[in-house]
């Protein structure tokens, strides 16, 4: 049985940071990506960061500069570092596996979803 589990969310001021941690069970971790989306009360769900087709990490232009992703060496858990929190990025975050070649940043390229952890910026 596959699971995401993420943690690592909270309420903090803006400017502000929080680390996001997403770990994985029941994956084949070398033929999965693990890629971090988010949504707030009445959005879509976005993509945020994630391994692309060329190999490097993308971003979503409204997060670039501020969250960095990263992986653990065992590859069954990845990190969302958040830096300079602004009261926008308050939403539900969530970790989603998609297989190797799949298209990223497709919602519909992800095979499994976490839960969820709650973000929230105050002003």
């Known amino acids: 049985q596959v699971q995401l589990v993420e943690s690592g969310g909270g309420l903090v001021q803006a400017g502000g940071s929080l680390r996001l941690s997403c770990a994985a069970s029941g994956l084949t971790f070398s033929t999965f990506d693990m890629d971090w989306f988010r949504q707030a009360p009445g959005k879509e769900r976005e993509f945020l960061a994630g391994?692309?087709?060329?190999?490097?990490?993308d971003y979503a232009e409204s997060v670039k500069g501020r969250f960095t992703f990263s992986k653990a060496n065992a590859g069954n858990t990845v990190f969302l570092q958040m830096n300079s929190l602004k009261p926008e990025d308050t939403a539900v975050y969530y970790c989603?596996?998609?297989?190797?070649?799949?298209?990223?940043?497709?919602?519909?390229?992800?095979?499994?979803w976490g839960q969820g952890t709650q973000v929230t910026v105050s002003s």
């Open positions: 391994r692309s087709w060329r190999g490097n990490i």
């Open positions: 989603a596996a998609r297989q190797w070649g799949t298209q990223p940043m497709v919602i519909s390229s992800y095979n499994y």
